[in-house]
């Protein structure tokens, strides 16, 4: 199984930028995708998560109604589109997944499969 994140690079606040997971070797309808991130320094943090097929969706309280994730179940890829994005949003973006889906989708121990991280920079 693997996870090939893309579409990271340096963007203006107030831009947009998508970024994308490639999933290979197994699809995760039962379970659940989800970006984190992590900022120099700090430690890895949930961003959004995606239950199943494209179901119910979940957000950190710091990118809702900034980000939307989403996927394409015929590309088995889920992508995190970035609206508006700030400053603070800055961090190498990891993809994840996990084949059953969990209560605990905010914990990024709780992931089975990850990325490799897209380095995404917002200049102000």
């Known amino acids: 199984v693997q996870l090939q994140a893309s579409g990271g690079g340096l963007v203006q606040a107030g831009g947009s930028l998508r970024l994308s997971c490639a999933a290979s070797?197994?699809?995760?309808?039962?379970?659940?995708m989800g970006w984190f991130r992590q900022a120099p320094g700090k430690e890895r943090e949930f961003v959004a998560a995606?239950?199943?097929?494209?179901?119910?969706?979940y957000y950190a309280d710091s990118v809702k109604d900034r980000f939307t994730i989403f996927r394409d179940n015929a590309k088995n890829t889920v992508y995190l589109q970035m609206n508006s994005p700030k400053p603070e949003d800055t961090a190498v973006y990891y993809c994840?997944?996990?084949?059953?889906?969990?209560?605990?989708?905010?914990?990024?121990?709780?992931?089975?499969?990850w990325g490799q991280g897209t380095q995404v920079t917002v200049s102000s």
């Open positions: 994840a997944a996990r084949t059953v889906w969990t209560v605990d989708y905010r914990r990024s121990n709780h992931y089975d499969y």
């Open positions: 070797g197994r699809t995760f309808s039962s379970g659940a």
């Open positions: 995606i239950r199943g097929s494209g179901g119910m969706k």
